[in-house]
């Protein structure tokens, strides 16, 4: 491996806040892709990033999580791909689309002359062989972000998903039961990336996954995951070799890796981190605010199935307090969960500002006896919606204790599944801290996610809430569509469950050698789009 440079010093920090407005598309418009000249010069440099946490899985499909995204959007094509200034579908393995008039059918052109990394050639049947793979895998019970996209198994609904067909070689027709407008955008998720055929059928795709894009998976032992330059990709290479992702779950050891020269950028800048950047000339990149943090509450845990219970712990915690202390500046203190870019703000919402006593009020009113909340919190990992987990939650645990709660801790190290253990139906977690990371430019990931099914999160039973929020993905963009989310949010803030803290931003470092570092809202970079200093 090539030696690291050191960052240079003379440079001023540099913040940069990728701001990217909702804008709408024309689903059927053709759009040329990346123009080619001749086989690509296949780059030899090396580029480490520091990950603040391992990815549990590189096989997108089964998982949302950040971490197994951003390495599986260097390695898998979609159809579509997010537009880098929109957030809108742009071509990618598929170069063009149509969708009928009733908006139950939509057909992909599929690019030529692509392959996968095992030499086998991209065409219409393997994109059907992973739509069907990807229907498949919610038969064990789990959710995925497949079953959240089309409402695969959602109580109260029918799935949103029919069929794929292989029209042609090169033609794929996508068949919906309804109608929903989200669709060409979920599609941008790394989620949907095509994977080649052999590799499902071998099950590898978890630890070795086989796709069209710019890097080839190379090694990896979980803390570590090295990429190569795919030299036949069909689209731009860049400037990047070798990539490799290294997980430093310490935002502080991250810091020091950078300075050290022994990575070339990492994100989740920590708090403390940010002024000795500064004094070093190091860039660092803002993300615009595109997530949600939020105080989950489990109405399966008596007495939070009372209104009166929920209502004193959001009036107990000082969400003013917690942003100041532990969210980089720029920060917003959330009364609701949808980020401020979709506009959508509620009109008459009722989440309790910070009023102690108003909570030891409700609290001596209501069904609460002094019954032990167990309160989990994830230990040793930094999230884009929450950098010091263990730090807010001993602040709120202390502003409950105040209000007259009795508290009870439950540490879980984020890497032994804690989002696994605060989502489970049959869990015992009353009160839980967590966050949502916006993974595509519609208010639909956030609410169907959410508030669109019952889970074991929130033990919610709210069936005609279900009905509403799967209501609206159908309706088209326009008036309609957004009064249904800004009724969404008002009836949200009355049910609570859960309290919303912050839409916070957050930030990555790197080092010289980096001249432009193509920063995403949803963290989902593509580092074939790094542009690396020439002289470096």
Known sequence: MAPRRTPRTAAALLLVAGLVGLSACSPGEDAPGPAGSGPPAVPTRTFVFANAAEAPTLDPATVDNLETSRIATQVLDGLVAADPSTGEPAPALATSWRVSGDGLSYTFALRGDVRFHDGTELDAAAVCANFERWESLGADGSRTPFDTVFRTNARGTAPVYEDCTASSPSTVVLSLATEHTPLLRALTQPAFGIASPASLAAGTQGEHPVGTGPFRYASGDGASVELTANPDYWGELGDIGTLEFRTIAEPELRYVALRRGQVDGYDQVGLDSFAPLARHGVQVLQRDPYSVSYLGINQDVEP???????????????????????????????????????????????????????????????????????????????????????????????????????????????????????????????????????????????????????????????????????????????????????????????????VPLAHPISAVAVDGSVESFPLTSTGFEQFNRVRLDPAG
């Open 304 to 498: 939070l199935d009372d209104p009166e219970v929920r209502a004193a712990i959001a009036a107990a915690v000082d969400r003013g307090a917690i942003v100041r202390e532990h969210y980089p500046d720029g920060t917003r203190v959330a009364d609701q969960f949808l980020p401020a870019r979709f506009a959508l703000d509620g009109t008459d919402l009722r989440v309790p500002s910070y009023d102690p006593q108003r909570a030891r009020e409700l609290l001596a009113s209501s069904s609460y006896d002094g019954e032990p909340l167990r309160f989990y919190y994830p230990r040793n990992t930094s999230r884009t919606y929450m950098q010091e987990p263990e730090k807010v939650y001993a602040d709120i645990a202390a502003q409950l204790v105040r209000a007259g709660f009795v508290i009870e801790p439950v540490p879980v190290d984020w890497s032994d599944g804690y989002v696994e253990q605060v989502q489970d139906p049959d869990g015992d977690h009353a009160l839980h801290l967590l966050g949502w990371n916006g993974g595509y430019r519609d208010p639909d990931y956030f609410m169907a996610a959410l508030f669109g099914t019952p889970n074991g999160e929130f033990g919610l039973a709210e069936t005609s809430l279900f009905g509403v929020v799967n209501r609206a993905a159908r309706l088209p963009d326009g008036d309609d569509r957004s009064g249904a989310y800004v009724s969404i949010n008002n009836r949200v803030s009355r049910i609570l469950p859960a």
